[in-house]
């Protein structure tokens, strides 16, 4: 029997790179071919590998739909190391650890209108890390809370009924240790902020967008408890 077909995958030097820059945040083909230092024809091969064996996904741009994200399903990476352990002997069996109690930091979400995406990170940060992280969020054009952003919230435990929109004009001249931007119109237009803190982008779909309504804010409220369940470890490990 030979190894399992994921482990293939991730003995590529470049894939590995890819797998590395992706951890840390939703990237197009022209930024990874940057960062890698490698063309783009060579860098799009090992992507499409990457897709095939069901570790990266993509996601059209919303603010460009030429354009497309990679993101890294962490999730699936975690079940195909804990099968591949198990295969190879039961003491090997990788169990997932505990959530952490992570180090105090300060992190900024920030999307459009602030209106459903970046208010649910915000909460759920600050809901997940039991207060430590003191979790903020904005948007270039601010809207009103949307009622299934509410309801979506309300159905995990978390009340969103007091929160405010705010233009990230508010939170400007402050310092923080992580930006996350949602979405991927205002990713262009984020402004710097003092301190150089690490830069993420989470493209994530707006759901008030979607024909769906509800179950679409459902769907992006699990995607975010995922990352940043994920992202919890990062901030216990920086």
């Known amino acids: ?19 590395a ?8 083909v022209h930024e990874l071919t940057a960062l890698l230092g490698d063309q783009q024809s060579l860098v799009s091969y090992h992507l499409g590998l990457l897709r095939k064996a069901e570790l990266v996904r993509a996601r059209r741009s ?17 079940q195909l190391l804990a099968a591949a352990g198990g295969a190879l002997h039961p003491g090997l ?11 105090p930091a300060r ?38 809370i949307h009622p299934d952003a509410v309801a979506a919230m309300a159905e995990r435990g978390i009340d969103l009924s007091i929160a405010r929109p705010k233009h990230l004009d508010e939170l400007a001249g402050q310092r923080f240790d992580h930006v996350i931007t949602l979405c991927d119109r205002v990713r262009e237009v ?15 779909p707006d759901p008030a967008a979607d024909p769906e309504g ?21 901030l216990e490990a920086s």
Do not use: K
């Open 93 to 103: 069996r990788y169990a997932p650890p505990q959530i952490p109690s992570p180090r």
């Open 107 to 144: 992190v900024l979400f920030l999307c459009t209108g602030n209106s459903s995406r970046s208010q649910m990170a915000e909460a759920l940060l600050r809901v997940r890390s039991g207060g430590t992280v003191a979790a903020f969020s904005a948007g270039s054009r601010p809207r009103p």
């Open 21 to 28: 820059e992706l951890a840390r945040s939703d990237r197009q």
């Open 62 to 78: 919303a603010a460009d739909g030429r354009d497309v994200y990679y993101r890294l399903d962490l999730t699936r990476c975690g």
């Open 1 to 19: 029997m030979g190894p399992p077909a994921f482990l293939q995958a991730l003995g590529h030097p470049v894939r590995w790179r890819l797998l």
């Open 214 to 234: 509800r179950p679409a804010f459902d769907r992006v409220a699990d995607e975010l408890a995922e990352r940043i369940g994920f992202l919890l470890f990062a």
């Open 190 to 204: 984020c402004p710097e902020f003092p301190g150089e803190p690490a830069a993420v982008h989470w493209s994530v």
